[in-house]
């Protein structure tokens, strides 16, 4: 399946004016958001952006006032002083400065991963059973509702915060308190034996396009917070399927982030279950990594796209329709 994509409308670095690279802030993904915006800080300014540094929505509010400010690349990851959660979207949207990635809905709605798998369900997008834990349910009573082996999780946090894999009654208990130490509420969600694979959605004049997708082999068990960022002995596959297969899950990957309200950028995890080959959607990173071990500069640079190229796209879509983006 070929991938054509336009190039890029822009190529005076000026006309993107004073870009705060906003990182870091204090949600649970604060260090691998400073990595992450390092990194997309160093790739603007070698392409001659006026790109600047900014740790956290305070400090952005602040240079917004002192008047320093045209637009904001936003690299935050997570919520509760991440990026992620749509209360960054509505300040920006409030004092009309433009910013990368998705809007006030999209992001709300991606970071509530109970309630994304609400939307896809009501569109018939396949997603793994779950059940919403509330406080003082029976943890036991909702795994075997479900049947284990189960996932628990946190609803809305990211990076692999929080989540345990538990294939017997002993070990729910341990994985709920775990859980519970980040607010919000709580998931249990079938767990899918298979393949874990991922989508990264790149949205140009054109309309938003699935790149190939990167099938994800960890060395343990599973593929979790150490895998995601520390390990090297990780391998991604890129592209992770082939034929009427990559051509699927790239189709369900755009309907997700779509049905989702998601714009400009993105990335959706997708598990693919080994004994029938079914896809089911898990969620949508609106802000995705940026770092060495991140996804979407992988599958970008199957295409043909380097990470300079990539942040470039990206801070691309906050200049409006004509970019491929919105108004502020």
Same mark, same amino acid.
């Given at each position: 399946m070929s991938i054509d994509i336009v190039p890029p409308r822009i190529s005076d670095p000026a006309v993107f004016g004073r870009v705060a690279v906003l990182m870091g802030g204090t949600s649970a993904e604060r260090e691998v958001s400073l990595d992450s915006g390092r990194n997309v800080l160093e790739a603007l300014r070698a392409r001659g952006v006026e790109a600047f540094a900014v740790d956290g929505i305070p400090a952005l509010v602040e240079a917004i006032r002192g008047g320093d400010v045209d637009r904001v690349f936003n690299i935050l990851h997570g919520n509760k002083g991440g990026g992620e959660d749509g209360v960054l979207q509505g300040l920006l949207e409030a004092l009309r400065v433009p910013y990368t990635g998705s809007d006030v809905?999209?992001?709300?709605?991606?970071?509530?991963?109970?309630?994304?798998?609400?939307?896809?369900?009501?569109?018939?997008?396949?997603?793994?059973?779950? *059940?919403?834990?509330?406080?003082?349910? =029976?943890?036991?009573?909702?795994?075997?509702? @479900?049947? &284990?082996?189960?996932?628990?999780?946190?609803?809305?946090?990211?990076?692999? *915060?929080?989540?345990?894999?538990?294939? =017997?009654?002993?070990?729910?208990?341990?994985? @709920?308190? &775990?859980?519970?130490?980040?607010?919000?509420?709580?998931?249990m969600e079938q767990l899918i034996t298979g393949d874990e694979l991922t989508v990264a959605v790149l949205g140009t004049t054109d309309g938003h396009h699935a790149l190939p997708s990167i099938r994800i082999v960890p060395k343990g068990e599973w593929y979790d917070y150490n895998a995601k960022y520390i390990a090297e002995d990780t391998q991604y596959l890129c592209p992770g399927l082939d034929g009427e297969a990559e051509a699927e899950i790239r189709r369900i990957a755009v309907e997700a982030f779509n049905a989702a309200g998601c714009t400009g950028w993105g990335r959706v995890d997708v598990m693919r279950d080994r004994a029938s080959g079914k896809f089911y959607l898990l969620e949508v990173n609106t802000a995705p990594g940026m770092t060495s071990h991140s996804l979407v500069p992988k599958a970008a640079r199957e295409v043909g796209i380097g990470f300079e190229e990539l942040c470039w796209r990206v801070l691309e879509s906050s200049l409006g329709p004509d970019a491929g983006g919105r108004d502020a």
């Open positions: 809905l999209g992001s709300a709605l991606s970071m509530d991963k109970i309630r994304t798998k609400q939307v896809w369900l009501s569109l018939g997008l396949p997603t793994p059973r779950y *059940v919403r834990l509330g406080k003082g349910d =029976d943890v036991h009573v909702a795994a075997r509702e @479900l049947g &284990l082996p189960v996932i628990v999780k946190p609803s809305c946090e990211g990076s692999s *915060v929080g989540v345990s894999r538990v294939h =017997d009654d002993a070990g729910l208990e341990q994985a @709920l308190e &775990l859980a519970a130490r980040y607010p919000g509420e709580l998931l």
